[in-house]
C-alpha cells in the first residue's frame, strides 16, 4: 500500500539552487495538492492541481512552479531557493475533498 | 488572520485524564475534517464531519460539528501516550476543490 509517496525525504541547498520535489500516488486520485508546513502556521498550500492537466496557485505560491506530468505525478521546484523555503513540504491527493487528502510522509528542506 | 482557530495551541496532560480541543471560525462551512499528524509523518484524516450538531465517535475520540458548522471540537476519553500528536482541523475553502488548515492543536500524553 504505497498512497502518496515523496522523494527526496532530506535536501540541503546553498542559496540560489534549483530543485524539484518528486510526488506520486498510486490511488487514482484526480486532486494533487502541494503544502508547506512551519512551526506556529500550520499547512499553507503552495499550489494543487484539480485535475490532470490543470494547475492552480494555493495560499503562498511564489517562489515555486508545479508540473502534472500525468495523472499519478505531481512536482513541485524551486528555481532558485531561499532561505525562507525552509521548510517541510507535504504532498498530497484526493479523490474529493469530502473524502479528505491522502499525505505523503514529507520531504525537510533546508536551504542555506 | 487565521481563517480557523484552534485552542489551547499547545496540552500537556496526564495518561488518563479527559481533554477537549477546539477548531472555532467566524464562517460557516459545509463540513469540516479533522487530521493527527505524528512526528515525521503527514498527516492522516481522522474525521470528517457534514451536519450541523453531528456528533461522531471513534473509539476514545469524540467529534462534534457545531449547530450553526462555524466549529467543532475534539473530546478524547482516557488519553494514552498513544494519542500524542498534532491535531489539524482542516475545511473545504473557495471552489472547495481545496482544503485550508488551522495551526493545530500540540498534545502531549505523559505516561
Known amino acids: 500500500n504505497a498512497g502518496v509517496t515523496q522523494t527526496p525525504k532530506f535536501q540541503v541547498l546553498k542559496t540560489g539552487q534549483s530543485m524539484t520535489l518528486q510526488c506520486a500516488q498510486d490511488?487514482?486520485?484526480?486532486?494533487m495538492y502541494w503544502y508547506r508546513q512551519d512551526p506556529g502556521m500550520g499547512l499553507r498550500l503552495i499550489y494543487y492541481?484539480?485535475?490532470?492537466?490543470?494547475?492552480d496557485k494555493g495560499e503562498v505560491p511564489n517562489g515555486y512552479n508545479v508540473s502534472r506530468l500525468n495523472k499519478r505525478e505531481f512536482s513541485l521546484r524551486l528555481e532558485s531557493a531561499a532561505p525562507s523555503q525552509t521548510s517541510v513540504y507535504f504532498c498530497?491527493?484526493?479523490?474529493?475533498?469530502?473524502?479528505?487528502?491522502?499525505f505523503g510522509s514529507g520531504t525537510r528542506l533546508t536551504v542555506v | 488572520t487565521q481563517l480557523l482557530e484552534q485552542s489551547p495551541q499547545f496540552l500537556s496532560i496526564q495518561e488518563g485524564e479527559n481533554l477537549t480541543v477546539y477548531c472555532n471560525s467566524s464562517?460557516?462551512?459545509?463540513?469540516l475534517q479533522w487530521y493527527r499528524q505524528e512526528p515525521g509523518e503527514g498527516p492522516v484524516l481522522l474525521v470528517t464531519?457534514?451536519?450541523?450538531?453531528e456528533v461522531k465517535k471513534l473509539k476514545r475520540l469524540t467529534f462534534q460539528f457545531g449547530d450553526a458548522r462555524k466549529d467543532s471540537s475534539l473530546h478524547i476519553t482516557a488519553a494514552q501516550p498513544g494519542d500524542t500528536g498534532l491535531y489539524l482541523c482542516a475545511v473545504p475553502y473557495s471552489s472547495a476543490s481545496k482544503i485550508i488548515f488551522g495551526s493545530g492543536t500540540r498534545l502531549s500524553i505523559r505516561p
Open positions: 498530497a491527493s484526493s479523490v474529493a475533498v469530502l473524502y479528505g487528502y491522502t
Open positions: 490511488m487514482n486520485h484526480n486532486s
Open positions: 492541481s484539480a485535475s490532470e492537466g490543470t494547475t
Open positions: 464531519v457534514v451536519t450541523g450538531g
Open positions: 464562517s460557516v462551512f459545509s463540513s
